[in-house]
């Protein structure tokens, strides 16, 4: 199974700040990743698919970007409707699979 | 607007059985591939089971496999997991998630299981 190793599993920072979120492939996955912001008691809301791509509706604030078997979720100009957990996921192969998530919180 | 609403949750005792369904409107369903996925308490993300749009192809995570079925009705607009021999680590919400392209776009609220005595 495709291992992904996402981190941190928690970070704070400040409003305004940029952030960074990174999940490592365990084999190659090409560009078959996507994130998801979770807010507490809510489903999981797609925001970059393709490693890249915006999902429609979603600020330009955030983006992907991948670099090898690194990916990684940046969000410019932090703001507190971006508090949340943040879920990478690999859709190459079956089984899928996430990472184990990361919990970003507003100082 | 796209909506997926599952139903069918609640408390079962370990061994038993329990049916979950997964409403769609405002999509053409049958167009479709369709997923479960699960969050046991306080846990990420985990995968459990795909079909595609005509029921052609199904994968099952290696936890569930010979105990959870996947299936849909197109004609009713549904996605159901028939989830049997529970146990307790199957404890978890159940979202589906309508599958564009592969990505998963859009999830349902979720629906949630607890298997204990």
């Known amino acids: 199974d495709i291992q992904m190793t996402q981190s941190p599993s928690s970070m704070s920072a400040s409003l305004g700040d940029t952030v960074t979120i990174t999940c490592l492939a365990s084999?190659?996955?090409?560009?078959?990743l996507s994130w998801y912001q979770q807010k507490p008691g809510k489903s999981p809301k797609l925001m970059i698919y393709?490693?890249?791509n915006l999902e429609d509706g979603v600020p330009s604030r955030f983006s992907g970007s991948r670099s090898g078997s690194d990916y990684s979720l940046t969000i410019n100009s932090l703001g507190y409707d971006d508090e949340g957990i943040y879920h990478c996921?690999?859709?190459?192969?079956?089984?899928?699979?996430f990472g184990a998530g990361t919990k970003l919180e507003l100082k | 607007e796209v909506q997926l609403v599952e139903s069918g949750g609640g408390l079962v005792q370990p061994g038993r059985s329990l049916k979950l369904s997964c409403l769609a409107s405002g999509f053409t369903f049958s167009n479709y591939g369709m997923n479960w996925i699960r969050q046991a308490p306080g846990k990420g993300l985990e995968w459990v089971a795909s079909?595609?749009?005509?029921?052609?192809?199904?994968y099952y995570a290696d936890t569930v496999k010979g105990r959870f079925t996947i299936s849909r009705d197109n004609a009713k607009n549904t996605l159901y997991l028939q989830m049997t021999s529970l146990r307790s680590e199957d404890t978890a919400l159940y979202y589906c998630a309508r599958d564009s392209s592969y990505v998963m776009d859009a999830w349902g609220q979720g629906a949630s299981v607890t298997v204990s005595s």
């Open positions: 393709g490693a890249t």
């Open positions: 079909i595609s749009s005509s029921s052609s192809y199904i």
């Open positions: 996921h690999q859709y190459y192969e079956y089984p899928y699979t």
């Open positions: 084999q190659d996955i090409g560009n078959y």
